[in-house]
């Protein structure tokens, strides 16, 4: 049986993992693409 703390670290390690890709996700975001530039996209995703 696996203990109580090995699985509490396991948890903790994942959630900061996640936690720092969707960080550095939404920093690339705005920088690959200004708000501008969505709004653009998404008004010629409605023409098409």
Excluded: C, H, P, R
Aim: proline share 0%; net charge positive.
């Amino acid at each position: 049986m696996v203990k109580v703390n090995t699985v509490f670290t396991y948890w903790f390690y994942g959630l900061a993992a996640v936690l720092l890709i969707l960080s550095f996700v939404k920093d690339t975001n705005k920088t690959l693409l200004s708000d501008q530039d969505k709004k653009a996209i998404y008004e010629n995703a409605d023409k098409l």
